[in-house]
């Protein structure tokens, strides 16, 4: 079983910076490959970021792709995901999410097992 708790959400101006993090409590941290999702009011979730369970390797969602990076820190059980240039249209609750790692990186959001609760990103204008 893999808990996973979301921080770092907030309200930011366009243009701005956030942090989130998001803390596993797992044994085997580093059986999973994280990833990040977002949904926006009254629209699907949409894949944002993965990350393999060594962190060697990553995939960005086009969308936002040059502004937000992704990384883990395994010492720590910490997924994190800095988004930079934020946008209007970045407004949404964000949700981490573990996968099995010997599925590899997914952007599916049917193949991951576990969830956080989410934290809200709202980037004004």
């Known amino acids: 079983q893999v808990q996973l708790v979301e921080s770092g959400g907030g309200l930011v101006q366009a243009g701005g910076s956030l942090r989130l993090s998001c803390a596993a409590s797992?044994?085997?941290?580093?059986?999973?490959?994280l990833g990040w999702f977002r949904q926006a009011p009254g629209k699907e979730r949409d894949f944002v970021a993965a990350?393999?369970?060594?962190?060697?390797?990553?995939y960005i969602a086009d969308s936002v792709k040059g502004r937000f990076t992704i990384s883990r820190d395994n010492a720590k059980n910490t997924v994190y995901l800095q988004m930079n240039s934020l946008k209007p249209n970045d407004t949404a609750v964000y949700y981490c999410a573990a996968a099995w790692r010997g599925l590899g990186l997914k952007t599916d959001q049917y193949e991951y097992s576990y969830w956080g609760q989410g934290t809200q990103v709202t980037v004004s204008s």
């Open positions: 797992v044994r085997t941290f580093t059986s999973y490959t």
């Open positions: 990350i393999s369970w060594s962190g060697g390797t990553a």
